[in-house]
T-cell receptor
Framework: GAVVSQHPSRVICKSGTSVKIECRSLDFQATTMFWYRQFPKKSLMLMATSNEGSKATYEQGVEKDKFLINHASLTLSTLTVTSAHPEDSSFYIC?????????????FGAGSRLTVL | AQSVSQHNHHVILSEAASLELGCNYSYGGTVNLFWYVQYPGQHLQLLLKYFSGDPLVKGIKGFEAEFIKSKFSFNLRKPSVQWSDTAEYFCAVRDGAAGNKLTFGGGTRVLVKP
């Protein structure tokens, strides 16, 4: 089946540093990848949509200079949280849309928990 | 913009009880509807989805959902829950106007007591 891998699963960093989270589709090509943020006890909030080879489309209220998204290939998208602050601590989840075994699939990664000290 | 409402934030029930979780969406055009489950410490998994056809959809693990277009609803049901159904359940909607973006409801945390 279609599998999406996120790395790292947990990361702790100091305030002011930058953190990169990777999202890989392991056995299919993802034409579109989505990045979500999940606050404690709350739902997933879509941050941005990225298509391979083009700039990401950010949702209203999401700072594109703070949350840098790169979708360099059909199997990899990265989210970089720049100059992280404690309020950026959250659970970040990616999902990938593509075709696997002849069917459209939308698969979620396991998420990355970011803690900014 | 599309919005999705899940009316129950927390549900506590005993094993063998029946479960029904409500989901309503706002946009009235062509929609695709999903229910996802997130078990403790795990990633989101698809339970079932509705694209077209029979409005009663059967998914994995004994779950089913009914699409009622006139009520903008897509409620999730399971006749007899198990302790292993303890999880958070999310309803999601993808509408044609928003491309492939999913809009999620706030989630319902279900606790099944053994």
């Amino acid at each position: 089946g279609a599998v999406v891998s996120q790395h790292p699963s947990r990361v702790i960093c100091k305030s002011g540093t930058s953190v990169k989270i990777e999202c890989r589709s392991l056995d299919f090509q993802a034409t579109t990848m989505f990045w979500y943020r999940q606050f404690p006890k709350k739902s997933l909030m879509l941050m941005a949509t990225s298509n391979e080879g083009s700039k990401a489309t950010y949702e209203q209220g999401v700072e594109k200079d703070k949350f840098l998204i790169n979708h360099a290939s059909l199997t990899l998208s990265t989210l970089t949280v720049t100059s992280a602050h404690p309020e950026d601590s959250s659970f970040y989840i990616c999902s990938a849309l593509g075709r696997s075994s002849g069917a459209n699939v939308l698969t979620f990664g396991a998420g990355s928990r970011l803690t900014v000290l | 913009a599309q919005s999705v409402s899940q009316h129950n934030h927390h549900v506590i029930l005993s094993e063998a009880a029946s479960l029904e979780l409500g989901c309503n969406y706002s946009y009235g055009g062509t929609v695709n509807l999903f229910w996802y489950v997130q078990y403790p410490g795990q990633h989101l998994q698809l339970l079932l989805k509705y694209f077209s056809g029979d409005p009663l959809v059967k998914g994995i693990k004994g779950f089913e959902a009914e699409f009622i277009k006139s009520k903008f609803s897509f409620n999730l049901r399971k006749p007899s829950v198990q302790w292993s159904d303890t999880a958070e359940y999310f309803c999601a909607v993808r509408d044609g106007a928003a491309g492939n973006k999913l809009t999620f409801g706030g989630g319902t945390r279900v606790l099944v007591k053994p």
